[in-house]
């Protein structure tokens, strides 16, 4: 008789999560507009780690050719204090990656928290958190974000943590979905049979398997956290105005598109490019996870 030691199925079982671990990477790559997003996403993350000696100019250097048209000089033109434009907008990748990516960092750990606590202890703690995520999830993400800049004032910091704040209500409804979901299952109320404490059932057993669908939402909301920043800026509520962003070369460039159309199209193309690219690892990677239907993915 062949049984099966508890070694033996330890063994296996890591040899089974090894046979499929990489099996995402395959399907990320079946994707051809993951690919092309997943490329992009790079190609701007080197240019903002870079851009000290990709860009061909100061970006807040002042030059004599004012509203000058792309030339071989200034390949995306320059604008009315003769700053080039080129160089501007690399600088400019810097504030949007890392405002995207800091944003939703800070987002996912306050509101992931609120939503494990909510739905794992439930009673009153679920009620107050949830009625306070409620009256969040009321108003649009980017008026939240805009009182909050208009509270705190402006700044990069500033900026990041208010729209880290608007975002946390959908942090919060995902993980606590997902807690509710998760905690009924046998393998928790085996865990809590045995004496588990609750800090470890959450962090063993339900945080790892709550994490895929926060890490898709995750995702998908830098492009959102890039569109506010630039919104901001664009509104003059974002960083300093000495910093070159996106949403700030945009606005500046309202009492010159008549004349300079290069000063909107580029940093609206550039502003494009991000979020399109972002999208589409976000949904590459949903459904990779498929974790909106809970069906057995088949490319």
Do not use: C
């Not at 780690?49 to 970006?59: F, G, K, L, N, T």
């Not at 700053?83 to 600088?91: A, E, G, K, V, W």
């Not at 990516?101 to 939503?115: D, H, K, R, Y």
Request: without cysteine; glycine residues 8%; negative net charge.
């Amino acid at each position: 008789m062949n049984e099966s030691t508890p070694g033996a199925i330890a063994v296996e079982a890591l040899e089974d999560a090894r046979s499929t671990r990489p099996l995402w990477w395959s399907y990320l790559l079946r994707d051809k507009k993951a690919v092309v997003g997943l490329f992009v996403f790079v190609i701007l993350s080197l240019l903002a780690v870079s851009a000290a000696i990709v860009a061909p100019y100061d970006p807040n250097g002042m030059d004599f050719d004012m509203l000058e048209p792309p030339s071989l000089r200034h390949p995306l033109g320059t604008d009315d204090l003769g700053r080039d434009l080129l160089s501007r907008l690399i600088y400019g990748t810097q504030i949007s990656l890392f405002v995207g990516i800091s944003t939703v960092a800070i987002a996912l750990v306050i509101g992931g928290f609120l939503g494990l606590a909510a739905g794992y202890y439930g009673g009153w703690l679920d009620n107050i958190i949830m009625r306070y995520i409620d009256l969040q999830w009321a108003f649009p993400n980017f008026i939240i974000a805009v009182y909050l800049v208009a509270v705190f004032g402006a700044g990069l910091w500033n900026v990041i943590i208010a729209v880290s704040l608007a975002f946390v209500d959908d942090f919060a409804r995902i993980a606590r979905g997902m807690v509710l979901t998760i905690k009924e299952e046998q393998y928790v109320a085996a865990a809590r049979t045995n004496g588990a404490s609750d800090f470890r059932i959450i962090w063993r057993h339900i945080l790892p398997n709550a994490s895929a669908p926060l890490i898709v939402q995750g995702t998908v909301s830098i492009s959102y956290a890039i569109l506010a920043e630039a919104g901001l800026s664009f509104l003059g509520l974002g960083v300093e105005v000495d910093t070159p962003t996106w949403g700030l070369i945009l606005s500046e460039a309202r009492s010159f598109i008549s004349r300079a159309w290069w000063l909107g199209v580029f940093p609206g193309v550039a502003i494009m490019i991000t979020v399109l690219s972002v999208n589409f690892l976000g949904d590459a990677m949903r459904d990779i996870l498929d974790v909106r239907e809970g069906k057995e993915l088949s490319l």
